[in-house]
C-alpha cells in the first residue's frame, strides 16, 4: 500500500475529506520525526513503539575494491510491533 492508497483507505473509515486525511497523516510523520530525532520515542499502547537505536562506528568493507574503510556510528529509526497489533497479525 503506498501513501495515495493510504490516505484513500483512511478517508473511507473516518468519513473525513482525503486532503484532512492527508493533513493528519503529515502531522503525524512530521510529530514523530520530530521526535525521534530528538531522541525520544512514541509508545503506542497496543500497537507499538517508534524509538531510534544506535549503531557503532565499525570496519566495512568496499564490496567492488575490497578495501577496509571506516563506517561512522548513526542512529537508526525502529519500530517495535506491540502484543495486540502481533495478535491480529498471527491470529489463525
Known amino acids: ?3 495515495a492508497e493510504l490516505i484513500t483507505a483512511m ?3 473516518t468519513e473525513l475529506s482525503k486532503k484532512d486525511v492527508e493533513l493528519a497523516l503529515k502531522a503525524f510523520v ?3 520525526t520530530e521526535e525521534l530525532k530528538n531522541g525520544g520515542k ?3 499502547v497496543g500497537f507499538g513503539t517508534f524509538d531510534t537505536s544506535e549503531r557503532a562506528a565499525r570496519e566495512g ?3 567492488q ?12 529509526p525502529r519500530f ?3 502484543k495486540a497489533l502481533k495478535d ?3 491470529a489463525r
Open 65 to 76: 575494491t575490497g578495501e577496509t574503510m571506516q563506517i561512522a556510528a548513526s542512529k537508526a
Open 42 to 44: 512514541i509508545q503506542l
Open 1 to 3: 500500500m503506498n501513501k
Open 30 to 32: 512530521d510529530v514523530v
Open 80 to 82: 517495535k510491533a506491540g
Open 11 to 13: 478517508a473511507s473509515k
Open 61 to 63: 568493507r568496499n564490496p
Open 88 to 90: 491480529v497479525i498471527n
